[in-house]
Each structure stands twice: as C-alpha cells, then as structure tokens.
C-alpha cells in the first residue's frame, strides 16, 4: 500500500465510523422507548441490532487507528492485519508492539510497563466483549455455538441471552478509551503520550468501576421517571 492509499482508507474510516455512531445513537434512542414501553419483544431486537452496531463500529475504528495519519507503514499495516486475522485480540497487541516501538524510552521501564498494563487492559475489557461480538456478527443472535459450529457454547449462549444496553454501553466505552491512549502513542509516542498515559489509564479503571453499578433496572426507571416529568409538566 501507498502512504496515498493508507491516507484514503483512514478517510473512509472517519465517514464509516462517524455513520456509525448517528446508527448507535439512533438505536439506543429505540431501546429507550423500548424500556419505557416495557416492549420486551423490540428490545431484545433493538440490544442484538446495537450489538451488530458495536461489531461494525470495533472493526471500523480499528481500521481508521492502524491508517491513523500514515504513522504506520504500509509494512507495519500488513503486520497488524495479518495478526488481526488470527483474532482482534492479536491485532490489537501488534498494534500495541509496534506503536511502542516508536516510544524513546531506552534508558527506563516506561516501555516494558506500558506494554504489560495495556495487555492487561485488552485481555479484560477487549478479549471477551469480542467473543460475543463475533457471535452476534455471524448470526448467533440467541444461541452461540463453539469455533467449529459442532457444539452449543453454553456460556456464551448465556452471556448473549443476557445482554443489554448497559453491558454493550460498558463495551464501547472501554473501547473508545483504549483507542484514546494507543491513539496517544501512536501519533505523539514522546509528548502526549508521556504527559497523558496513566492520567487515562485511571480515568479508564475509574469509569469502568462507576459503570459496574448500573443496572437496566435502575435505567428503565428513569426513563420512566423522566416520561413522567415531561408529561405533568409539559
């Protein structure tokens, strides 16, 4: 690939991904009626349709990252989709390595740290939101089967069975900060990503811990409190 093919496919990307959030904010305004409605039926629909959303956005957005600005090579791109074939997980960790190498760090542990706490952040909060993201992607929207199709995954028959807006909310913000600080070193590998990295890593560990609390309960209860307001006081 040409540094003028990369610099078109990362345009793309931006209008992909850029499409894709009005399609998930769209969406979720759905789920919203759904819950306030009580409509079991159009909100499971509308969770699965989220969840095929937040499969297009994941794979956009990573594409539009490793075309960030022709700061890959074109070498280095195939490197990280040939990983990226494997799994997204691995495509991610390439993506990590070979950012990193562009860090001037020779005479600390800054390297070796950043590398071991983001691994750490990809396995918890990328690994299994990408399983069940595969599964819905290929048409497994009740039932996930095992990676030859032979069997019934229980587990993660569960886990999609039992998804909702909140778990897929968590996902994508999760992801959107991982994109955030690899995108720091990936375009400013000596200053902003110096100056911001653990600022972002406990802003990411912060809102996750303030997000575990939230329930679809507690949302379908203001949706409705709010219903409610706007209709005495409208």
């Given at each position: 690939?040409s540094p003028q093919e990369i610099e078109q496919i990362f345009d793309a990307q931006c209008d992909n991904v850029r499409e894709l959030k009005s399609a998930w904010t769209h969406v979720n305004k759905t789920i919203n009626q759904a819950l306030k409605e009580d409509n079991a039926k159009q909100l499971a629909f509308q969770t699965r349709i989220l969840g095929l959303i937040f499969c297009a956005y994941s794979e956009a957005t990573f594409l539009k990252l490793i075309h960030t600005n022709k700061?890959?090579?074109?070498?280095?791109?195939?490197?990280?989709?040939?990983?990226?074939?494997?799994?997204?997980?691995?495509?991610?960790?390439?993506?990590?390595?070979?950012?990193?190498?562009?860090?001037?760090?020779?005479?600390?542990?800054?390297?070796?740290?950043?590398?071991?706490?983001?691994?750490?952040?990809?396995?918890?909060?990328?690994?299994?939101?990408?399983?069940?993201?595969?599964?819905?992607?290929?048409?497994?929207?009740?039932?996930?089967?095992?990676?030859?199709?032979?069997?019934?995954?229980?587990?993660?028959?569960?886990?999609?069975?039992?998804?909702?807006?909140?778990?897929?909310?968590?996902?994508?913000?999760?992801?959107?900060?991982?994109?955030?600080?690899?995108?720091?070193?990936?375009?400013?590998?000596?200053?902003?990503?110096?100056?911001?990295?653990?600022?972002?890593?406990?802003?990411?560990?912060?809102?996750?811990?303030?997000?575990?609390?939230?329930?679809?309960?507690?949302?379908?209860?203001?949706?409705?409190?709010?219903?409610?307001?706007?209709?005495?006081?409208?």
């Open positions: 690939m700061k890959f090579s074109s070498d280095e791109v195939k490197k990280i989709k040939v990983s990226a074939k494997q799994s997204i997980v691995e495509g991610w960790k390439k993506c990590l390595e070979l950012a990193l190498r562009k860090v001037d760090a020779k005479k600390s542990n800054h390297v070796p740290n950043v590398h071991q706490r983001t691994l750490s952040l990809i396995k918890d909060y990328i690994e299994e939101p990408s399983l069940i993201r595969n599964k819905i992607a290929h048409g497994q929207w009740h039932t996930a089967l095992n990676r030859k199709n032979t069997k019934i995954n229980q587990d993660l028959t569960d886990k999609i069975q039992n998804l909702t807006v909140i778990d897929l909310t968590k996902y994508r913000a999760a992801f959107d900060s991982l994109i955030a600080i690899i995108e720091d070193i990936i375009e400013s590998p000596n200053h902003a990503h110096w100056k911001f990295y653990w600022d972002h890593v406990a802003q990411f560990e912060q809102e996750q811990k303030k997000m575990s609390g939230h329930t679809i309960e507690a949302k379908r209860a203001l949706l409705k409190k709010k219903a409610e307001y706007h209709k005495i006081y409208a």
